[in-house]
């Protein structure tokens, strides 16, 4: 198969069942069909045993689907072939404690056949972008839980992949580690804009604030895929209006922006006194969860 320029990803009617004993199945993901573009940053949603981890493991080729099949970057999963073109970050990166962050990098690279001068400019170029060139000679055991993510990613770009996978980057950092993964995802994302990036998360705000499209996983099945700002049209903007007349203040809240105009030359007319107004822009939380007539989304 020839590799295809426009799609990263290809899952076709994939489904994984789990044997749990005594005859017993557990159904992972259940007839699940997407395709991730090239050079986009794509957020795979849903709740804890929506089938997230289970999707990611059969991409890298981890666990193999019961029915259906999959490709990265044209080439079947799994092989070898396909897993050169990926940059991978598990949910709990675990490195050899007694290595040197500049250390483990230098390990890594070699087992990526990378040598000489050419991973010596790779690491330094890497320990800068993801912020940890200070701590470069401190062994890893001395790393908080954010340094430890930032060296991980830095080691999932070492191979200068087209597809980075993340499962879960930011699961168990606090608020400012969080804004800090998130700061330095949005800058490989610039760093390298012709590679996709695929991250599972169910944290709503970080998938809002980075992703360009949205995957939204429910039991094992596919409820929406479609870019962030179809979802987000859904609901038009909305304005609560305080007004005072006749010795009362009451609020009214209208939808879209003709409407509030429309209200407030009525209010003027009236002789009502405008005492404030609020705008609501919709959540991606709102819009992927409101009702099930939302999570049809817009295609891409």
Not at 6 to 28: A, C, E, M, P, Y
Request: glycine share 8%; proline share 4%.
């Amino acid at each position: 198969m020839k590799p295809n320029e426009q799609t990263d990803i290809s899952i076709q009617n994939v489904s994984k069942i789990f044997r749990t004993g005594f005859g017993l199945k557990k159904t992972g993901v259940n007839g699940l069909s997407l395709e991730v573009p090239r050079g986009q940053v794509v957020g795979l949603l849903g709740p804890n045993g929506s089938g997230k981890s289970t999707t990611i493991k059969m991409i890298m080729g981890f666990l193999k689907p019961t029915a259906g099949s999959m490709t990265v970057c044209g080439h079947a999963v799994p092989s070898k072939i396909s897993r050169s073109f990926i940059g991978y970050l598990p949910e709990n990166p675990r490195f050899p404690k007694f290595l040197s962050g500049k250390s483990l990098l230098q390990f890594y690279g070699g087992l990526l056949s990378l040598r000489g001068k050419a991973l010596a400019h790779r690491i330094e170029f890497l320990l800068d972008l993801v912020n940890l060139r200070w701590a470069a000679n401190e062994k890893v055991q001395g790393y908080s839980k954010g340094m430890t993510q930032r060296l991980a990613i830095a080691q999932a770009l070492l191979n200068e992949p087209r597809l980075l996978i993340f499962d879960e980057p930011m699961s168990g950092l606090d608020p400012l580690g969080r804004k800090d993964i998130r700061k330095l995802i949005a800058e490989v994302h610039r760093e390298l804009p012709e590679a996709t990036i695929f991250f599972s998360s169910h944290i709503l705000e970080d998938v809002e604030q980075l992703c360009s499209s949205v995957a939204l996983l429910k039991k094992g099945r596919l409820k929406t895929f479609c870019k962030v700002e179809e979802l987000l049209k859904v609901e038009a903007q909305r304005f609560d209006v305080a007004v005072k007349h006749d010795s009362t203040t009451e609020t009214k809240s209208l939808t879209g922006t003709q409407e509030l105009v429309t209200f407030l030359n009525e209010a003027k007319n009236k002789g009502y006194l405008v005492m404030g107004i609020s705008s609501h822009r919709t959540s991606l939380e709102e819009a992927l969860f409101k009702d099930e007539t939302v999570l049809s989304g817009a295609p891409l």
